[in-house]
């Protein structure tokens, strides 16, 4: 049986595939009850087959699974309105643009999302309100319930000494990687070159030239150039503010902007479309860049530091406050890892460039100047640092305490909630439809 995982299916996924499954419209019926909440048949044959088409198994004991999340959902919220819990109008409706956003982007445009499953964004926004604000309860109910837990380094250790061989995690290699980077400012004479070639193509569209031809041979933006710079739809908060003030500024198709400055570079827009909260934009940038001499003394500069370090004058922590751009010096250097938050990469986690070059790195060693562009796509260098390298290995106390501390956190919540259940279980009403009584739950539901 799965451990559960305590609504990721739900509170990830905009509920949104009854429209998609692949086995007609069943006849709806009640599976389970929990207090005065009622679970549809509909409601586990949904998630069931958006699980099956993501590439789960096709098992029964994936409907047990999903209808004991179900349950356990109900017993949360149930308990969420006891205690008049309450998710305010303002993070809701955050959180419906957060989820809206994220399937404009699968989709492509709203148009797309709206033609698949035959609703407009306002009817899918009025649609998923309640259970949006259903799914804050119960984040907010189980966060109350395991606020308190805590584990302590005697716990870590029995928690770790009673696993069997085959449950010990298994740790991948991963590196800790920093930077020392310079990127040499645009000179004032630099920025004016960028800002008048870029005028000289405004004028030349202003006078009827065509915007996607000249976007596809001059905007230096990669995305969106093949393209003849457009966007596609896009609503606010995803951009530049700047950029978002001069797109939502145009009224009519085909109106042009002024230049504006963004630490991208140097942008004017074309209005394309709009609909409703989004709109559609194409764009030609330049980026400023620095001139080559400056480049070059980066590099200069870059190879003095990396002598210093090499010669053991200075250590890479010291040189990176002493050297990097405020915005480079957090962590004491280290990059970090926007997919977990924390320093550490996995070996596919870290980009090609990037990899290259600290694979060749002893752990403790530091490369010579390396060109890289930045996300504003400017042009630097920098100096990488291999911390530290792990080998594959199960994890052991010695070596993964923080990983094994928080397997034991979180078997420790679980407990907590277990607990839980079995006293609000005891005071209310529950029953489930004999067609999943032969179901192997991780609760006693009965």
């Known amino acids: 049986?799965?451990?559960?995982?305590?609504?990721?299916?739900?509170?990830?996924?905009?509920?949104?595939?009854?429209?998609?499954?692949?086995?007609?419209?069943?006849i709806d019926k009640i599976v389970a009850i929990v207090g005065s909440k009622m679970i549809l048949l509909s409601q586990v044959e949904t998630q069931y087959w958006q699980l099956v088409m993501q590439g789960e198994k096709p098992t029964d004991e994936l409907r047990c699974s999903i209808l004991e999340e179900l349950l356990l959902q109900k017993m949360l919220l149930t308990q969420a309105e006891i205690d008049s819990l309450v998710v305010s109008e303002s993070q809701v409706d955050g959180e419906i643009e957060r989820r809206i956003r994220y399937f404009v982007t699968q989709f492509g445009s709203p148009e797309a999302l709206e033609k698949y499953y035959n609703k407009s964004i306002l009817e899918i926004k009025d649609e998923?309100?309640?259970?949006?604000?259903e799914q804050m309860l119960v984040q907010m109910m189980q966060g109350k319930i395991t606020e308190n837990v805590t584990i302590s380094p005697a716990e870590v250790r029995k928690y770790f000494n009673e696993l069997s061989a085959d449950s010990i995690p298994f740790v991948e290699s991963d590196l800790e990687i920093g930077q020392i980077?310079?990127?040499?400012?645009a000179s004032e004479a630099d920025k004016l070159l960028i800002y008048d070639k870029l005028a000289a193509l405004r004028e030349r569209i202003l006078k009827g030239e065509n915007f996607e031809a000249l976007a596809r041979l001059y905007s230096e933006d990669p995305g969106s150039a093949k393209k003849g710079g457009e966007?596609?739809?896009?609503s606010r908060g995803q951009m530049f503010p700047e950029f978002e003030a001069a797109a939502f500024g145009l009224k009519n198709p085909g109106d042009v902007s002024e230049i504006i400055e963004t630490p991208a570079g140097y942008h004017f827009l074309q209005l394309i479309e709009r609909k409703g909260d989004y709109i559609n934009v194409r764009h030609i940038l330049l980026i400023v860049k620095a001139s080559p001499t400056d480049l070059y003394n980066a590099k200069k500069q870059l190879d003095d530091v990396y002598t210093q370090i090499s010669s053991g004058s200075i250590n890479f922590v010291e040189a990176s406050e002493k050297y990097n751009p405020e915005d480079y010096k957090s962590n004491g250097g280290l990059i970090v890892n926007s997919y977990s938050g924390n320093t550490r990469f996995k070996s596919d986690e870290v980009d090609a460039t990037v990899f290259f070059t600290v694979d060749k790195l002893e752990p403790g060693n530091i490369s010579k100047p390396v060109l890289f562009q930045?996300?504003?796509?400017?042009?630097?260098?920098?100096?990488?640092?291999?911390?530290?390298?792990?080998?594959?290995h199960k994890a052991t106390l010695e070596n993964d305490y923080n990983l094994i501390t928080q397997y034991a956190l979180n078997a420790k919540k679980t407990q907590a909630l277990e607990k839980w259940v079995k006293e609000k279980k005891s005071v209310t009403y529950v029953r489930i439809n004999d067609d999943f009584k032969s179901c192997l739950f991780n609760f006693n539901w009965d």
């Open 1 to 26: 049986m799965r451990k559960i995982t305590l609504f990721i299916i739900i509170s990830l996924v905009l509920q949104l595939t009854s429209n998609a499954q692949p086995q007609g419209e069943p």
């Open 128 to 133: 998923f309100k309640d259970l949006i604000r």
């Open 181 to 185: 980077v310079i990127v040499p400012q």
């Open 231 to 234: 966007l596609g739809m896009f």
């Open 374 to 392: 930045t996300d504003e796509g400017k042009d630097g260098y920098r100096l990488l640092y291999l911390k530290s390298r792990t080998t594959p």
